[in-house]
């Protein structure tokens, strides 16, 4: 709760901005997540006694327009959501359940997509709470960018490529 420059991040991960500007980092070795406000404040906003949530290991964030956050809890297998107002909850378990989820993104229709690494795949989560696989075949999907364009960029760490999922087409890589 003080200046950024003076904080100490321990193996800091994923980032994100959030609707106000302010910076999210998943701080993977301190297994909390961190804010810095536009005022260059840094505060933890999970893990620890913050929230009442303890982390394992935060791999990625993803501040959502609507102020909800995001957390993978790459260790826990879990991925967590951070309302506005300071509650948890976390995300059904899809079948098969999470296996070290990584990467997240968002697309305008509000479906969040998660790379269900240790299952080599990526998923997709519709607003209505339903899963399906998006894009599977891959080696070990890491991150996830949503292009403007509506498609997804997945960073697949294991097989060293960069793949272009779209809707109803095979996999290409970029």
Do not use: M
């Amino acid at each position: 709760n003080g200046p950024a420059s003076l904080a100490r991040l321990h193996t800091p991960y994923g980032l994100s901005v959030g609707p106000q500007n302010e910076l999210y980092i998943a701080d993977l070795g301190n297994a909390r997540v961190r804010r810095i406000s536009s005022d260059g404040r840094i505060s933890t906003v999970a893990g620890g006694s913050v929230a009442g949530t303890a982390l394992q290991a935060p791999r990625n964030v993803l501040a959502a327009p609507d102020g909800r956050l995001f957390i993978s809890d790459f260790a826990a297998h879990r991925v967590l959501v951070l309302e506005p107002r300071g509650n948890f909850s976390q995300l059904p378990e899809p079948s098969p359940r999470f296996n070290s989820p990584a990467g997240l993104a968002l697309d305008p229709a509000g479906n969040l997509y998660i790379a269900d690494s240790g299952n080599a795949r990526v998923l997709r989560f519709s607003p209505s709470g339903a899963y399906s696989v998006f894009a599977s075949g891959l080696e070990r999907p890491t991150g996830l960018a949503w292009h403007p364009d509506a498609y997804l960029l997945i960073a697949d760490t294991r097989g060293d490529f960069l793949w272009r999922a779209e809707p109803g087409k095979a996999l290409t890589q970029v």
